[in-house]
């Protein structure tokens, strides 16, 4: 067994505990979930007959999924993070899908013209997103709910509300296709690692998220932060934009609000990520959160019919979810009895 070591330190008159995580313990740890859904999936196919899991084929649209999977759930996790709970990305790249997809499209397919308009537009509305939270004095629910709105009502009166379709546009769906999907992948991932670890705003962040008055009292600048995360989750948002445009049909939101429940599918890697977070971190934890999902959803998928397969895959991912925080608030439980416990020896 290896040595567990932890650090007491007083604050306050609590005692807090670090635990010291050994490499073994953090690989386990990192790798357990998504080892562990691959297995059982592969023995669910291969006992139904459907041997081609596992296979590189299979791989390539797993790859796919977790990318526009895992770079949607960075731009809610930036957010997530720093306490403000978001609901205007989904209207965000629904908008920008479509005036991209359909400038590019009148632009004879042009791949650098589709790429920088879905970067630069969700850049520039979720720029107006902050300043409409700032400016407005509005709280953070009401402001992306009604920008939402709005936003979506703008997708059902520009081009008719025709919506864009790229199922048989070649030239753009590339980016919704192995190897270049991996491109906005790794340009969201980049822009989250810069944002949470080499900007002051991105620390800042973390105070604003676990005290906000006590932050803005020792001099963090609250509106400044607020705009400055919302230009970097506005540029995640255009590399997810990229995959999600060139995936298929996306139709005008013609019914309110319809465009929160498409991006908030993939907060669920942000929860598996916050639990796995504490042995390679955030960045890492959402990645192998969407790569588990990933995984489960392909096998779900490959056992039964295409539409049974997707409501399995839905139940069973929340019965999951479910799971996954239930064993964390209990872990959390445990940490909470060995404080006081530790506590009352001192």
Same mark, same amino acid.
């Given at each position: 067994? @290896?040595?567990?070591?932890?650090?007491?330190?007083?604050? !306050?008159?609590?005692?807090? *505990?670090?635990?010291?995580?050994?490499?073994?313990?953090?690989?386990?740890?990192?790798?357990?979930?998504?080892?562990?859904?691959?297995?059982?999936? +592969?023995?669910?196919?291969?006992?139904?007959?459907?041997?081609?899991?596992?296979?590189?084929?299979?791989?390539?649209?797993?790859?796919?999924?977790?990318?526009?999977?895992?770079?949607?759930?960075?731009?809610?996790?930036?957010?997530?993070?720093?306490?403000?709970?978001?609901?205007?990305? !989904?209207?965000?790249? *629904?908008?920008?899908?479509?005036?991209?997809?359909?400038?590019?499209?009148?632009?004879?397919?042009?791949?650098?013209?589709?790429?920088?308009?879905? /970067?630069?537009?969700?850049?520039?509305?979720?720029?107006?997103?902050?300043?409409?939270?700032?400016?407005?004095?509005? @709280?953070?629910?009401?402001?992306?709910?009604?920008?939402? /709105?709005?936003?979506?009502?703008?997708?059902?009166?520009?081009?008719?509300?025709?919506?864009?379709? *790229?199922?048989?546009?070649?030239?753009?769906?590339?980016?919704?296709?192995?190897?270049?999907?991996?491109?906005?992948?790794?340009?969201?991932?980049?822009?989250?690692?810069?944002?949470?670890?080499?900007?002051?705003? !991105?620390?800042?962040? +973390? /105070?604003?998220?676990?005290?906000?008055?006590?932050?803005?009292?020792?001099?963090?600048?609250?509106?400044?932060?607020?705009?400055?995360?919302?230009?970097?989750?506005?540029?995640?948002?255009?590399?997810?934009?990229?995959?999600?445009?060139?995936?298929?049909?996306?139709?005008?939101?013609?019914?309110?609000?319809?465009?929160?429940?498409?991006?908030?599918?993939?907060?669920?890697?942000?929860?598996?990520? /916050? +639990?796995?977070?504490?042995?390679?971190?955030?960045?890492?934890?959402?990645?192998?959160?969407?790569?588990?999902?990933? *995984?489960?959803?392909?096998?779900?998928?490959?056992?039964?019919?295409?539409?049974?397969?997707?409501?399995?895959?839905?139940?069973?991912? !929340?019965?999951?979810?479910?799971?996954?925080?239930?064993?964390?608030?209990q872990g959390k439980v445990l940490t909470s009895i060995f404080k006081n416990k530790l506590k009352a020896t001192?």
């Amino acid at each position: 067994m @290896p040595k567990i070591e932890r650090n007491a330190t007083k604050i !306050g008159g609590y005692i807090t *505990l670090k635990r010291k995580y050994t490499v073994f313990e953090k690989i386990i740890g990192t790798l357990a979930l998504p080892v562990t859904m691959y297995l059982i999936m +592969m023995i669910a196919c291969y006992a139904n007959g459907k041997m081609y899991y596992g296979t590189w084929p299979m791989w390539k649209t797993v790859l796919v999924d977790i990318a526009v999977s895992t770079t949607c759930a960075l731009g809610i996790g930036l957010q997530f993070k720093s306490g403000r709970f978001d609901f205007s990305g !989904g209207s965000i790249m *629904l908008l920008a899908a479509i005036i991209a997809g359909t400038v590019s499209k009148n632009n004879g397919n042009n791949k650098v013209i589709f790429a920088a308009l879905c /970067l630069g537009i969700c850049l520039a509305l979720s720029l107006v997103v902050s300043l409409v939270y700032v400016y407005g004095r509005l @709280p953070i629910i009401i402001a992306t709910i009604g920008m939402a /709105l709005l936003y979506e009502a703008i997708t059902t009166l520009i081009y008719n509300g025709a919506g864009i379709n *790229l199922v048989s546009n070649m030239q753009l769906k590339v980016f919704s296709s192995y190897p270049l999907a991996l491109f906005p992948f790794i340009g969201g991932l980049i822009t989250y690692i810069i944002y949470s670890h080499f900007t002051i705003t !991105g620390k800042q962040a +973390m /105070l604003l998220a676990h005290n906000q008055q006590v932050a803005v009292n020792i001099g963090i600048n609250e509106k400044r932060n607020v705009i400055i995360s919302y230009i970097f989750s506005g540029i995640i948002f255009g590399f997810a934009t990229m995959i999600y445009a060139s995936q298929g049909l996306h139709r005008a939101a013609f019914s309110s609000l319809s465009t929160v429940g498409s991006l908030f599918s993939n907060i669920l890697p942000v929860f598996i990520g /916050l +639990m796995v977070g504490k042995y390679c971190g955030d960045t890492l934890g959402i990645i192998v959160g969407a790569t588990t999902l990933s *995984l489960m959803s392909y096998g779900l998928t490959t056992v039964f019919d295409a539409e049974m397969g997707s409501a399995i895959s839905t139940i069973i991912t !929340g019965i999951f979810i479910l799971a996954i925080n239930v064993i964390s608030a209990q872990g959390k439980v445990l940490t909470s009895i060995f404080k006081n416990k530790l506590k009352a020896t001192k």
